[in-house]
């Protein structure tokens, strides 16, 4: 008893709703709000500004989405030929409180009336995260809102289960202009991590590749993000097996990922093609239809072939249920519907049922965001307080189990698949 009203006397104390109190910064302690009761009328309000897009929504156990805000910055961004952090921040912050208001305003309803608020805080740019963390606490605190972290990756992983009856666990494959994992979902909060990118991401460098392209200087390109513009130029190629590239980490026997090298090899066919032709400045290759067909088929081989051997080893190991045999893909490429696919043959080859969101909702969104936060709720989780120093810009995703995949050294075979759809 003196203990506690030491600590009264001497700590700031931090109200809770439900009337909940705790000692807002002592060091020794992991602090944690109440969890709440869950139902389905239960209401999430979702913040994400993880990286170059401001997204709102709000979102209850129904699944249903009350409403939704994006602010897109892909215009300015592609003029950029990639992400600027400082660009994307300030956007952000000019941005983050319109699409709060308009999310709300197609909801019709008021913060007081959602049950809490979810906002990314890991992994991300460090500064857009920053604005995200900042404008929830700052409703929280306003409306005496319980407010949970979210894990980017995980939203990702888990926004597909709001369209889809897919029960745990199940294997996903989540690819964007930022990341690339395969990993087991074995619930809400458990993850298994089979296989990451050792160097770049597939759509950062898809964006790549396409401005050494100049897919930008042909008009129908010219608004498009870099990985789109690939995708819709393949469209029109006539001989793709004109240009050849090689299946990265072919003889390495583990799920991880490696696309720098088909961008240097690109790089090394465009000058090839240049010198060729004797073009200069904003000229393009007459090839160009058909280098995209067939860089853009390197990186579905190479994501086919890893997604089978996670498929061999869970099999193996038998990390999943034989009567769940699902596959999620998620992130901005899973918009890729070639890439899609090909995964989907690979799915098909073992029996598995392959699943992506909506489109919308593939690449970063407040949905996504809002719905793990129902999905937080409804398992029980404890919430933990939330502090600026919980963004983690470089945050791990699940438990590490990439050693074990190594370990099982399962040769598979490279796919063979086709250039164009």
């Not at 807002?24 to 239960?42: E, H």
């Not at 003029?79 to 300030?90: D, I, S």
């Not at 980017?152 to 202009?177: C, K, N, Q």
């Not at 090298?261 to 239809?289: C, F, Q, T, W």
Request: a positive charge; charged letters at 20%.
């Amino acid at each position: 008893m003196i203990c506690l009203m030491y600590f009264r006397r001497k700590l700031k104390i931090y109200r809770l709703g439900g009337g909940t109190t705790v000692p807002q910064d002592y060091p020794f302690i992991t602090l944690y709000r109440r969890n709440l009761s869950y139902s389905r009328k239960t209401t999430i309000l979702g913040i994400e500004t993880s990286c170059d897009d401001t997204g709102c929504a709000i979102v209850n156990g129904y699944g249903n989405i009350l409403g939704e805000c994006l602010y897109s910055q892909n215009a300015l961004h592609v003029r950029y030929g990639g992400v600027n952090p400082v660009h994307a921040w300030e956007l952000h912050r000019d941005n983050i409180d319109l699409a709060v208001k308009n999310a709300l305003k197609s909801a019709k309803i008021g913060v007081s009336e959602i049950d809490a608020l979810a906002v990314t805080v890991k992994p991300g740019l460090l500064l857009s995260l920053t604005i995200g963390v900042k404008y929830a606490k700052f409703l929280a605190k306003k409306y005496d809102k319980i407010l949970i972290p979210i894990h980017h990756m995980e939203a990702h992983a888990l926004v597909a289960r709001m369209y889809y009856d897919i029960p745990f666990p199940y294997l996903t494959l989540l690819i964007s202009g930022g990341h690339c994992f395969l990993a087991v979902v074995k619930d809400v909060d458990s993850f298994l991590l089979l296989g990451q990118t050792l160097d770049n991401a597939p759509g950062e460098v898809m964006d790549k590749a396409a401005r050494r392209m100049k897919l930008k200087n042909i008009f129908e390109y010219s608004a498009v993000s870099g990985g789109r513009a690939i995708e819709l130029a393949a469209k029109n190629a006539t001989n793709p097996a004109m240009f050849q590239f090689p299946i990265p980490l072919l003889k390495n026997r583990d799920c991880n990922f490696s696309f720098s090298g088909l961008k240097d090899s690109l790089v090394r066919k465009v000058l090839k093609k240049e010198s060729e032709h004797g073009l200069r400045g904003d000229e393009v290759i007459p090839e160009i239809y058909d280098l995209c067909a067939s860089f853009q088929a390197s990186i579905a081989r190479h994501l086919a072939h890893r997604l089978e051997r996670a498929i061999t080893f869970c099999e193996m190991k038998k990390l999943l249920h034989f009567d769940t045999k699902n596959i999620i893909i998620s992130g901005g490429v899973a918009c890729n519907d070639y890439i899609y696919s090909c995964l989907e043959r690979v799915g098909n080859k073992f029996g598995f049922n392959l699943y992506r969101p909506p489109h919308k909702v593939c690449t970063d969104n407040g949905v996504m965001v809002a719905w793990n936060g129902i999905e937080k709720v409804k398992k029980g989780d404890t919430i933990p307080l939330l502090s600026i120093s919980n963004i983690d810009p470089t945050a791990s995703f699940g438990l590490n189990i990439i050693d074990q995949v190594k370990e099982a050294n399962l040769p598979i075979r490279a796919p063979t698949i086709e250039n164009k759809m």
